[in-house]
């Protein structure tokens, strides 16, 4: 068609507009219309006015370093959707956003022109059985270090048998000896913060235990010792999880490493355990 041709650009619905217009211009309108890219919100008198910030919970249409939720897919090769999802879950994480909801990650699929798993529950709990999502409290989930690593290895590694088995505690181990030097031992509770048990978020409650050891002047913290301490009172967080939970706080700037590859709590960690209620 020559570029001099008209077509006739027709609305329906609650508006209606009629115009004619050149086949560029007319190309151009349709590239948008078909893009992720949402129009600018509104002001009362029509003019665009400045972007506010999405609503707490609500999915982004980009990604981590500005990726689209196609791209996300397609850089991770991820195929099945349990794959998806993990692949959705990391680059939440990798976006500040350590633990997500099923409201989520459902938009995703769509944002990535894919359609929506038929069983969205079903396919959840078969990424959980691969240990590459897990359950946190409140009907939210995170992904795992073994999430992280199936992502960034495009799911080249076989894919593990999803057969339920029932959870067993870990072995008990010995007392690590920095505990063992303690003259009285690990206090139950933490200054000016709530109880181990009352925290809700599992990134949160490796927080509490950099904190507590902090307090009794343990200040390099290695993976280990944080799963030890946590499952000493009672709520366990899995070797395999902690990098996972420490990529979280240290994104919210609440932990780093030192030059030892050990944990520690930052400033900012502190003021937000103390910040902390039981419905934070």
């Not at 706080?249 to 932990?255: D, F, P, T, V, W």
């Amino acid at each position: 068609m020559d570029a001099n041709d008209e077509v006739k650009l027709t609305l329906s619905g609650r508006v209606q507009f009629e115009h004619t217009i050149d086949p560029l211009r007319a190309a151009e309108i349709i590239k948008y219309v078909l893009s992720d890219v949402a129009p600018p919100p509104r002001g009362n008198g029509g003019a665009p006015t400045s972007q506010t910030p999405p609503p707490l919970g609500a999915a982004p249409t980009t990604l981590s370093r500005g990726r689209t939720p196609r791209q996300v897919l397609d850089e991770s090769e991820a195929k099945r959707n349990p794959d998806k999802i993990t692949a959705f879950a990391a680059n939440l994480l990798d976006e500040g956003v350590e633990n997500f909801t099923v409201d989520m990650v459902k938009p995703l699929f769509k944002q990535a022109r894919e359609a929506a798993p038929a069983n969205f529950t079903r396919d959840l709990d078969k990424a959980i059985l691969a240990g590459w999502v897990a359950a946190g409290s409140g009907g939210e989930f995170y992904v795992t270090e073994k999430g992280l690593t199936a992502v960034s290895s495009k799911f080249s590694e076989p894919r593990p048998k999803v057969t339920a088995r029932r959870a067993t505690a870990p072995r008990k181990k010995e007392v690590p000896e920095v505990v063992a030097a303690l003259p009285n031992g690990l206090p139950a509770t933490l200054a000016g913060a709530l109880d181990y048990v009352d925290v809700k978020k599992k990134r949160d409650k490796a927080l509490w235990v950099l904190a507590l050891l902090a307090e009794v002047g343990i200040d390099s913290v290695p993976n280990s010792l944080v799963t030890w301490v946590s499952y000493h009172f009672g709520d366990g967080l899995p070797s395999s999880d902690i990098n996972a939970h420490y990529r979280g706080l240290n994104s919210a700037k609440l932990a780093n490493r030192d030059i030892a590859g050990n944990m520690r709590i930052t400033k900012a960690g502190q003021d937000y355990l103390a910040a902390m209620t039981e419905t934070g």
